[in-house]
């Protein structure tokens, strides 16, 4: 503290006056009291009090008494300085008590102002050191209790993860055993039944139906599965894309619409910072499905060299008043969770909220890509791929077909479709883009089979490299997704046609032949 004062007890004008006449010089400020029970109130009231000046004669034996009590009963950062002005060498005997503490000093009198000022000064420097020790004390404590409560929600979080991390995987045991086993099951019951109906060809197709069906339903509910555990359009196409889905995901599934509007984000954001805004908008856009009781929320992405922010804002019945994210008698660790990441990767969480009116949770992280990109709005027109053409003649030689896809089980199902076709040639299998640019030079295919999702090199970067130096070669995108994006991606990289690989085998027969020359 810096506006430390003097406090004087000395029952003769004198004494009072002199003394106080010496702090003034030392631009000290001073109070002058003429009584124990005035010095007593001054004293606990709080005011700052750097060092108490008493005159001997001013402290009886009950003044002592009162004095020394006050003095044990302060707080452990306190010793309060007492400068004892003695009629002579040694104090008398009710002052015995009191002058054998730390911080009293007995002066003997007559003094030289000189001395007593600095008596004074180097009394008042210790008290101030002492506040400075009381602030750090108090600021420990805070931060004890800040940390207590921290480690409280840290643990209670980390079982409340154990719990959701226990819940998913009961939640993937139940779709296997319940969904994707049964239809595995009702799929090979299905192939018996065919086996027996080989000499009735219309039962044997009825049969084979449902047994595609089957297959496609056990697709569709993996497929869905893989995009929740971890969406291809984030691993594949940025986080732009990967919001996009994630609003139309929530919309079909839980009704919420969402809206996404994006500028200014260079793609692509660092893996890490993507993944955190996009897991955090799922967890928001979940929080708001769960309490907020809104029929839309909006997105909103913003980016530029140093940083990127993100908003999930709803128009629903926001938070209660005087709602704290960190007090431990709420539910939403969803909120600490997101909190505590966005500043592991140095950034910050904000929550905007009016009762009734809505809530808005506000992101700010270091941009780790850097650059910025053009504004994208949610719902854009999907990129058509062009005209299939006009059938090839059927004279026309045998069509030379390359398999590219890094799973062995799918060329082979491939090659099993097309080598039944008369016109279809297939002249090479590999298994990674790389390979596939390196076969576009040597054995020059007429059309090329290319999975999206491969090691090494990708099929958008293949199909690029491949278009440019062979633009002659026709290439058709495969692909167990079929999202906008992806299929933006593999059209502008020159692929004619994309196609999903559980799709009818006849269309991508057609697809083969269509427009070859």
Same mark, same amino acid.
């Given at each position: 503290?810096?506006?430390?004062?003097?406090?004087?007890?000395?029952?003769?004008?004198?004494?009072?006056?002199?003394?106080?006449?010496?702090?003034?010089?030392?631009?000290?400020?001073?109070?002058?009291?003429?009584?124990?029970?005035?010095?007593?109130?001054?004293?606990?009231?709080?005011?700052?009090?750097?060092?108490?000046?008493?005159?001997?004669?001013?402290?009886?034996?009950?003044?002592?008494?009162?004095?020394?009590?006050? +003095? #044990?009963?302060?707080? =452990?950062?306190? !010793?309060? &300085?007492?400068? $004892?002005?003695? *009629?002579?060498?040694?104090?008398?005997?009710?002052?015995?008590?009191?002058?054998?503490?730390?911080?009293?000093?007995?002066?003997?009198?007559?003094?030289?102002?000189?001395?007593?000022?600095?008596?004074?000064?180097?009394?008042?420097?210790?008290?101030?050191?002492?506040?400075?020790?009381?602030?750090?004390?108090?600021?420990?404590?805070?931060?004890?209790?800040?940390?207590?409560?921290?480690?409280?929600?840290?643990?209670?979080?980390?079982?409340?993860?154990?719990?959701?991390?226990?819940?998913?995987?009961?939640?993937?045991?139940?779709?296997?055993?319940?969904?994707?086993?049964?239809?595995?099951?009702?799929?090979?019951?299905? +192939? #018996?039944?065919?086996? =027996?109906?080989? !000499?009735? &060809?219309?039962? $044997?197709?009825? *049969?084979?139906?449902?047994?595609?069906?089957?297959?496609?339903?056990?697709?569709?509910?993996?497929?869905?599965?893989?995009?929740?555990?971890?969406?291809?359009?984030?691993?594949?196409?940025?986080?732009?894309?990967?919001?996009?889905?994630?609003?139309?995901?929530?919309?079909?599934?839980?009704?919420?619409?969402?809206?996404?509007?994006?500028?200014?984000?260079?793609?692509?954001?660092?893996?890490?910072?993507?993944?955190?805004?996009?897991?955090?908008?799922?967890?928001?856009?979940?929080?708001?499905?769960?309490?907020?009781?809104?029929?839309?929320?909006?997105?909103?992405?913003?980016?530029?060299?140093?940083?990127?922010?993100?908003?999930?804002?709803?128009?629903?019945?926001?938070?209660?008043?005087?709602?704290?994210?960190?007090?431990?008698?709420?539910?939403?660790?969803?909120?600490?969770?997101?909190?505590?990441?966005?500043?592991?990767?140095?950034?910050?969480?904000?929550?905007?909220?009016?009762?009734?009116?809505?809530?808005?949770?506000?992101?700010?992280?270091?941009?780790?890509?850097?650059?910025?990109?053009?504004?994208?709005?949610?719902?854009?027109?999907?990129?058509?791929?062009?005209?299939?053409?006009?059938?090839?003649?059927?004279?026309?030689?045998?069509?030379?077909?390359?398999?590219?896809?890094?799973?062995?089980?799918?060329?082979?199902?491939?090659?099993?479709?097309?080598?039944?076709?008369?016109?279809?040639?297939?002249?090479?299998?590999?298994?990674?883009?790389?390979?596939?640019?390196?076969?576009?030079?040597?054995?020059?295919?007429?059309?090329?089979?290319?999975?999206?999702?491969?090691?090494?090199?990708?099929?958008?970067?293949?199909?690029?490299?491949?278009?440019?130096?062979?633009?002659?070669?026709?290439?058709?995108?495969?692909?167990?997704?079929?999202?906008?994006?992806?299929?933006?991606?593999?059209?502008?990289?020159?692929?004619?046609?994309?196609?999903?690989?559980?799709?009818?085998?006849?269309?991508?027969?057609?697809?083969?032949?269509?427009?070859?020359?």
């Amino acid at each position: 503290m810096d506006d430390l004062s003097v406090a004087i007890l000395a029952p003769t004008g004198r004494d009072a006056e002199l003394v106080g006449r010496l702090m003034r010089s030392e631009q000290l400020a001073c109070r002058t009291v003429d009584s124990i029970s005035a010095l007593m109130a001054q004293l606990c009231d709080g005011c700052g009090t750097g060092v108490v000046v008493v005159a001997e004669e001013a402290m009886g034996s009950r003044e002592t008494r009162e004095l020394v009590d006050l +003095l #044990d009963g302060q707080p =452990r950062w306190s !010793d309060l &300085p007492v400068l $004892l002005l003695a *009629s002579g060498r040694e104090p008398g005997p009710p002052l015995t008590g009191l002058v054998s503490r730390r911080a009293v000093e007995a002066l003997s009198r007559p003094l030289q102002p000189e001395t007593l000022a600095a008596a004074v000064r180097a009394a008042v420097e210790n008290r101030r050191r002492q506040y400075e020790i009381r602030d750090l004390l108090q600021e420990s404590e805070r931060l004890n209790i800040r940390l207590e409560h921290r480690a409280r929600q840290l643990r209670r979080l980390s079982l409340q993860l154990s719990d959701a991390e226990e819940r998913e995987r009961r939640r993937l045991a139940t779709y296997v055993h319940d969904d994707l086993q049964q239809i595995l099951a009702g799929t090979a019951f299905h +192939l #018996d039944v065919s086996s =027996r109906k080989i !000499d009735d &060809p219309s039962s $044997l197709r009825e *049969s084979l139906a449902r047994v595609r069906g089957l297959l496609d339903e056990a697709i569709a509910g993996t497929r869905s599965l893989s995009q929740e555990l971890s969406p291809t359009a984030l691993r594949r196409n940025g986080l732009v894309a990967a919001l996009k889905w994630l609003a139309e995901h929530v919309r079909s599934l839980h009704g919420l619409r969402v809206d996404l509007t994006a500028s200014g984000v260079g793609e692509p954001v660092g893996s890490a910072t993507a993944t955190f805004l996009f897991r955090a908008t799922q967890e928001l856009l979940l929080n708001t499905v769960k309490h907020a009781e809104a029929d839309r929320a909006e997105i909103s992405l913003r980016g530029d060299e140093e940083r990127i922010e993100l908003v999930v804002r709803d128009h629903g019945r926001g938070f209660p008043s005087g709602y704290d994210p960190d007090a431990d008698d709420n539910d939403t660790f969803g909120l600490f969770g997101v909190r505590e990441r966005a500043e592991l990767l140095g950034g910050s969480m904000e929550i905007e909220s009016e009762p009734g009116i809505g809530s808005a949770i506000r992101l700010r992280l270091p941009h780790p890509g850097g650059g910025t990109g053009p504004e994208v709005q949610a719902g854009s027109a999907r990129r058509q791929a062009p005209s299939s053409g006009e059938a090839a003649d059927p004279a026309s030689p045998p069509v030379r077909v390359v398999l590219v896809d890094d799973h062995a089980v799918v060329r082979s199902g491939l090659k099993m479709v097309l080598v039944e076709h008369p016109r279809i040639t297939v002249i090479g299998e590999f298994s990674d883009g790389r390979q596939a640019v390196e076969a576009a030079k040597s054995v020059h295919p007429d059309v090329m089979l290319m999975d999206v999702a491969m090691p090494q090199m990708d099929g958008v970067e293949a199909t690029r490299l491949i278009k440019r130096d062979h633009p002659e070669i026709r290439i058709i995108g495969l692909s167990m997704f079929d999202d906008e994006e992806t299929v933006d991606l593999m059209i502008e990289a020159g692929a004619e046609l994309y196609l999903s690989k559980s799709g009818p085998s006849e269309r991508l027969v057609e697809a083969i032949l269509t427009g070859v020359r």
